[in-house]
């Protein structure tokens, strides 16, 4: 079964900090997603990435950046945590053709 | 872009009856409309998909249906039961690797 690993379940940071959200997957996907779930908003895309150093923007990537050095990684970095990124982040990943996302736990982030 | 509207955002059931989720796209090119269920706690998964050249897709007490020329595609559960009580999100693809979200429905089976 895929595995999609995120590094941290629960995650408390101050504002201004700088914050890695790490996402590990062990099934030689190509796809890795990152999501921002709120209550009533679903979930919207920040940023994917179809192969390794390569990423796109999804709908909401103000305040965010990625990298993916490796295939099986892709982190996401808040460079400036601002209250407002307080939220659930869903990893994901997926072969070509996006016919279906294997989901990690998700990270509970908290600015204060 | 795309956009994708859900309704209801909570429905409220009496076990074995059957819930309805309806799901409103924008873009006529989207061809690939999958459904995902999350339960308290855990990560959201696949539970049934349907593409753009099928009218009607059903796995047991599930199915789902879609109408291109009206734009919205709706998940059917029957003979609910206290176990589908979760959230449910549908999603649309317009192109590429690119999936976008409805806001999702929360489901609960009274019992």
């Known amino acids: 079964d895929v595995k999609v690993t995120q590094s941290s379940r629960y995650l408390v940071k101050r504002t201004g900090e700088k914050v890695f959200l790490e996402c590990v997957q062990d099934?030689?996907?190509?796809?890795m997603f990152w999501y921002r779930q709120d209550p009533g908003l679903g979930l919207r895309l920040i940023y994917f990435?179809?192969?390794?150093?390569?990423?796109e923007k999804g709908d909401i990537p103000e305040g965010y950046s990625v990298s993916r050095e490796k295939k099986e990684r892709f982190s996401l970095i808040l460079e400036s945590a601002s209250t407002n990124q307080t939220s659930m982040y869903l990893c994901?990943?997926?072969?070509?053709?996006?016919?279906?996302?294997?989901f990690g736990s998700g990270t509970q982030l908290s600015v204060l | 872009g795309e956009n994708v509207e859900q309704h209801p955002s909570t429905l409220s059931v009496q076990e074995g009856d059957s819930a309805v989720i309806k799901c409103t796209y924008s873009?006529?090119?989207?061809?690939?409309f999958p459904w995902y269920k999350q339960e308290l706690g855990k990560r959201p998964q696949l539970i049934i998909d349907?593409?753009?050249?099928?009218g009607e897709k059903k796995d047991q007490r599930i199915a789902v249906t879609l109408n291109k020329t009206a734009k919205h595609f709706s998940l059917h559960i029957t003979e609910t039961q206290p176990e589908d009580s979760a959230v449910y999100f549908c999603?649309?693809?317009?192109?590429?690797?690119?999936?976008?979200f409805g806001a999702g429905t929360i489901l609960r089976v009274k019992s």
């Open positions: 994901a990943s997926s072969l070509p053709g996006l016919e279906k996302l294997f």
């Open positions: 099934m030689d996907h190509e796809n």
């Open positions: 990435s179809y192969d390794v150093k390569m990423k």
């Open positions: 873009d006529s090119a989207s061809n690939y």
């Open positions: 349907i593409r753009s050249n099928v």
């Open positions: 999603a649309a693809r317009l192109y590429g690797n690119k999936l976008v």
